[in-house]
């Protein structure tokens, strides 16, 4: 890198000075592959997440972008400690969290608490509502008997449901109300830090706005922490403080929304953002689209040095040789990238991204 | 005469709990050459009607009545062996999930060549050349050997061409593409509609586009049918939809979506309430419970007609252009619809 502003990541987490709610570092989940009937050997690793260094500030929406297979919903579920990681350390204020099992993560897991995408499959079909909101409650033992029904009953009503709703069973909801007892239930315990991944990916679009207005409400109600999962790259600006780009288990983008939108530096980001279909049909016309060659590498074989270069209109022969590293190119703007767009292609972000354009208002 | 013409079609599904409309008297026809984007949430009655079309619903619970001419002959009134040559070769289909219309015990050069000989007396190295030629003409790289691949072997993205392949192994006159990009990302789904767009250019096909997502239409399509709850909101060109829509329904649609195209907005949006039960939809208009604009008049179902003058430009909404033109504006140039604060 020539960049003077430059500055390696290698010890320094591409954070603010002050050290964020959640501190990820040099977070890796591999998989093994196993192979062989009577002896178990191991003959390769899916590399999901390889080596995520991040942090989140209290209050804030980061975004987390990629294609499915990019390692994102992992990222999540190890933070989480759902699934342990093979290294890495994940920090919530100050506290760690990799090597916690069962009984020590307890009081954790108070603090953080995750929503899915599916809202049919992550609630229990044989329970009512009123036992769904309420078993983290319980199993805190935060509440019980007529205090326990009045404080389910008041969440449902924060996120949008009534007391009428107590004792159905979640096939009689809708997906977008399944949802919202999702929340409800995710809310129960008071956490800081709620992971959402993909939760309005299943649902319609009218559907999808209440959602996240619902979301945004609730964020600002109980000062929450999110991390945002989606692929839809017009709902995560919409929600997000920061964007993180994900392609095949690291981070090759991380910056500002507004920055990450409409100044992106790495390729990746730009054919994400230029492939995304526009609800405008002049817009769309006038506009140069980036469409990618080729699917997603397998993440168990991933290209060497930067793993975008099969797919990068703009890759060279260093591509394939050295990795890049995460490097900030100011304002809290860090992209991996030999050929950072900005420097050496600005006229492909101004062909491929459709101007902003201006309120009237 | 058109290509594809639907008149007031219906279809009814009698369950033990009542009558489902699911399509409630839909009308609309294609040319060749043109793209015809359907877009509605889930449950509106979408796929059904392209179903119907293909005369896949028939089922003894099911009535359905209307006209689907085809040429000017009424695909309703066709035998089962008639309906086996549309299917496929007249009118194809591909799918939203490319994963569960594919059979994963055989090679997709065996399923390839099986819908070739279906349809054609030809040998069978002629049916496997035109297989390989297939996939090539959808983009998937070395063809002849990818045929004896399993489904599994192949990425989504990939599927999915493979889907498009075989729906055209026939060149048929119109393609019936039901949520073809939704269970893929962004870059594919990409690469999909281009896929779509340059073979329709190529083969001259009308193409039906089922859609939940007005970016992939505004990307695609000719001409739009909105529809809610199982009758067909409002219709008109591409710009009339995304320029000066008349239906409420279709601001809700447009202001709820996240744009990225626009500066990030404050609050999106939302249309309040949920879709109706389609066993008992609301008297008259349907979507008059969620509709902030609602008036005596909406008790009556308005009929789909043009109300602002322009021909093709139909819609079912009761209130007067010139007041829809006030009510719609939201912010800027984006339009959407106003919800009262609850």
Request: negative net charge; proline residues 7%; charged residues 25%.
């Amino acid at each position: 890198m020539t960049a003077a502003a430059a500055t390696a990541t290698t010890d320094g987490a591409p954070a603010g000075a002050r050290a964020g709610l959640l501190e990820i570092r040099d977070l890796v989940k591999h998989f093994p592959i196993k192979s062989g009937v009577v002896i178990d050997r191991q003959v390769g690793a899916v590399q999901a997440v390889d080596g995520v260094t991040l942090s989140v500030k209290e209050g804030e929406t980061l975004g987390l972008v990629g294609e499915s297979g990019c390692g994102k919903s992992t990222l999540c579920r190890t933070v989480l400690q759902l699934i342990p990681p093979t290294s890495g350390s994940v920090q919530f204020e100050g506290k760690e969290l990799v090597g916690l099992r069962g009984r020590g993560l307890r009081p954790l897991r108070r603090e953080m608490q995750m929503i899915f995408q599916d809202p049919y499959a992550s609630l229990n079909p044989r329970q009512r509502v009123g036992q769904i909101v309420g078993t983290p409650l319980r199993i805190h033992g935060l509440a019980s008997g007529d205090s326990l029904k009045r404080q389910v009953n008041e969440l449902l009503e924060r996120v949008g449901l009534g007391p009428e709703h107590y004792n159905r069973f979640p096939h009689e909801f809708s997906g977008g109300q399944r949802q919202r007892i999702g929340i409800a239930r995710a809310l129960a315990l008071r956490p800081k830090l709620i992971i959402a991944d993909e939760p309005v990916s299943a649902l319609d679009v009218s559907i999808q706005a209440q959602i996240i207005n619902l979301l945004e409400d609730l964020q600002d109600e109980f000062k929450l922490t999110y991390i945002f999962v989606a692929h839809d790259l017009g709902v995560i600006r919409h929600v997000s403080d920061r964007i993180a780009v994900m392609y095949l288990g690291k981070i090759v983008e991380l910056g500002p929304a507004e920055e990450v939108y409409s100044k992106p530096i790495h390729p990746y980001t730009l054919s994400l953002l230029s492939a995304l279909p526009i609800p405008d049909p002049k817009a769309n016309a006038e506009r140069e689209q980036i469409v990618l060659e080729g699917d997603l590498p397998s993440p168990a074989n991933p290209p060497a040095a930067c793993r975008f270069h099969t797919r990068c209109p703009y890759a060279t022969e260093i591509c394939s040789r050295e990795e890049p590293a995460l490097v900030n190119y100011g304002n809290d703007h860090w992209a991996a990238c030999h050929h950072p767009l900005h420097r050496e292609h600005p006229e492909a972000v101004a062909e491929a991204l459709p101007e902003l354009k201006q309120e009237s208002a | 005469m058109s290509l594809l013409e639907i008149q007031d079609l219906k279809v009814h599904f009698h369950t033990d709990d009542g009558v489902v409309r699911a399509v409630d008297g839909a009308s609309f026809a294609v040319d060749e050459g043109q793209t015809l984007g359907i877009v509605g949430e889930s449950g509106c009655g979408k796929s059904v009607a392209n179903m119907t079309i293909l005369g896949l619903t028939q089922s003894p619970v099911t009535s359905i009545s209307g006209r689907i001419l085809l040429d000017g002959r009424d695909l309703l009134e066709a035998s089962p062996d008639e309906m086996q040559v549309v299917r496929g070769q007249e009118i194809a289909m591909i799918f939203q999930d490319p994963l569960t219309s594919l059979h994963p015990f055989y090679k997709i050069g065996s399923q390839l060549t099986e819908a070739i000989l279906v349809h054609k007396d030809v040998p069978k190295q002629e049916a496997r050349d035109r297989a390989i030629e297939l996939l090539g003409l959808v983009g998937i790289p070395d063809a002849a050997s990818r045929m004896g691949d399993y489904p599994h072997e192949f990425s989504g993205g990939m599927r999915q061409r493979v889907m498009i392949a075989m729906a055209l192994v026939n060149d048929p006159k119109i393609l019936i593409a039901d949520e073809p990009t939704t269970a893929l990302d962004v870059t594919i789904q990409a690469q999909i509609l281009r896929l779509i767009q340059s073979l329709q250019e190529r083969l001259g096909m009308a193409v039906i586009l089922i859609t939940h997502d007005l970016g992939v239409v505004a990307d695609v399509a000719n001409y739009i049918n909105v529809m809610y709850a199982g009758r067909i909101v409002e219709a008109g060109t591409l710009d009339e939809i995304f320029y000066d829509p008349q239906h409420p329904y279709t601001w809700g649609l447009l202001g709820s979506l996240a744009r990225p195209d626009r500066p990030r907005a404050e609050r999106l949006s939302q249309v309040r309430g949920q879709p109706p039960s389609l066993l008992a939809p609301p008297q008259g208009c349907h979507f008059r419970p969620r509709c902030p604009h609602e008036f005596d008049r909406c008790k009556e179902t308005p009929a789909l007609e043009s109300r602002t003058g322009t021909p093709g430009h139909l819609d079912r909404c009761w209130l007067p252009p010139e007041k829809k033109r006030t009510l719609r504006v939201v912010k800027g140039d984006q339009i959407g619809l106003e919800v009262p604060a609850a």
